[in-house]
């Protein structure tokens, strides 16, 4: 069942102002989210929440704005190494992944180095093209692979044939072995 949430009438929403507590109400999908309220908190909101709200009017000029402030996604290492020498980690994906978000390619590229791109990848609000993903191939991650192919497959095949897309999945199949005896020889 599909929960469909209103935002809050100015009656209520007056109400609600006067004992606000922006850490509670970051990821409050009922606020009628403006920039000045955004600013007028900016110190004392939870940035990850605020970050993953999906009911933000996110745009390139409100990103900008708090550029230092969003929260982009992180990988946190939990637990032991396996015998492989890889970590397992929990995903906090942010920004990253909110599909409120229209990514455009000249955002994707002002924000290339802030963004999880393993999450990143799957965002609903980017029109991947092929000319995108060859551009940004490099800075998704190695383990992600098999499922950006799976993604992708759609904008491969209806451009390139498949000798070609066999030629671009290999190279990065052996960028991934390279990556993954580099991380062995490294833990040893």
Not at 35 to 59: A, C, G, Q, R, V
Not at 115 to 133: A, H, K, M, V
Not at 159 to 168: Q, R, T, W
């Amino acid at each position: 069942m599909q929960i469909i949430s209103e935002v809050y009438s100015r009656d209520e929403f007056s109400k609600i102002l006067m004992n606000f507590n922006p850490v509670k109400e970051s990821m409050n999908i009922r606020i009628p989210w403006t920039t000045e309220l955004i600013e007028y908190y900016k110190e004392e909101w939870d940035w990850k929440e605020l970050s993953e709200n999906k009911s933000i009017p996110f745009t390139e000029e409100l990103i900008d704005r708090y550029v230092n402030y969003w929260f982009w996604g992180a990988e946190i290492p939990y637990g032991e190494k396996d015998e492989d020498g890889f970590q397992p980690v929990s995903i906090e994906c942010g920004l990253s992944d909110n599909s409120a978000i229209h990514w455009t390619p000249v955002m994707i590229d002002k924000y290339k180095e802030k963004l999880l791109w393993r999450y990143f990848i799957y965002s609903e609000g980017i029109e991947w093209t092929i000319d995108l993903l060859m551009k940004y191939l490099p800075l998704i991650h190695l383990d992600c692979l098999h499922e950006v192919s799976k993604l992708c497959s759609d904008i491969l095949f209806a451009h390139l044939d498949e000798k070609a897309i066999s030629e671009i999945l290999e190279n990065r199949n052996d960028e991934l072995v390279r990556y993954r005896t580099n991380q062995l020889h490294s833990n040893i």
